[in-house]
Nanobody
Framework: QVQLVESGGTSVQAGGSLRLSCAAS????????MGWFRQAPGKEREGVAA???????TYAGPVKGRFTISKGNAKKTLTLQMNSLKPDDTAMYYC?????????????????????WGQGTQVTVSS
């Protein structure tokens, strides 16, 4: 079992920056893919970024070059640095983890393959 708790969400003006954190506990040693997802009202949950156990990262097109995903030692902390924020980035942001090697393939952005989820943290970007 793995527990994930996100923090750092708040309201910010367009062009600003935020840093989201995800604290992981439990059996994190077996988590080979960790990622950030977001869900806006009326929309499906979508992958934002993911990082594998080898440290390789993957980003969704709309955030590439603006967001950076990183993880701390022992897979206990996952961070999402968000720069140049836009109103379209407004959403609930979720941390996710799974033992599968999804990060190295095309399934990294599919929420159904992740077994563990946090409760989410709200990010609101105003114009």
């Amino acid at each position: 079992q793995v527990q994930l708790v996100e923090s750092g969400g708040t309201s910010v003006q367009a062009g600003g920056s935020l840093r989201l954190s995800c604290a992981a506990s439990g059996d994190t040693d077996n988590m080979n893919c960790m990622g950030w997802f977001r869900q806006a009202p009326g929309k499906e949950r979508e992958g934002v970024a993911a990082i594998g156990s080898d440290g390789r990262t993957t980003y969704a097109g709309p955030v590439k070059g603006r967001f950076t995903i990183s993880k701390g030692n022992a897979k206990k902390t996952l961070t999402l640095q968000m720069n140049s924020l836009k109103p379209d980035d407004t959403a609930m942001y979720y941390c996710a983890a799974d033992s599968g090697h999804w990060c190295s393939g095309g399934y990294w952005g599919d929420p159904t393959v992740y077994a563990y989820w946090g409760q989410g943290t709200q990010v609101t970007v105003s114009s």
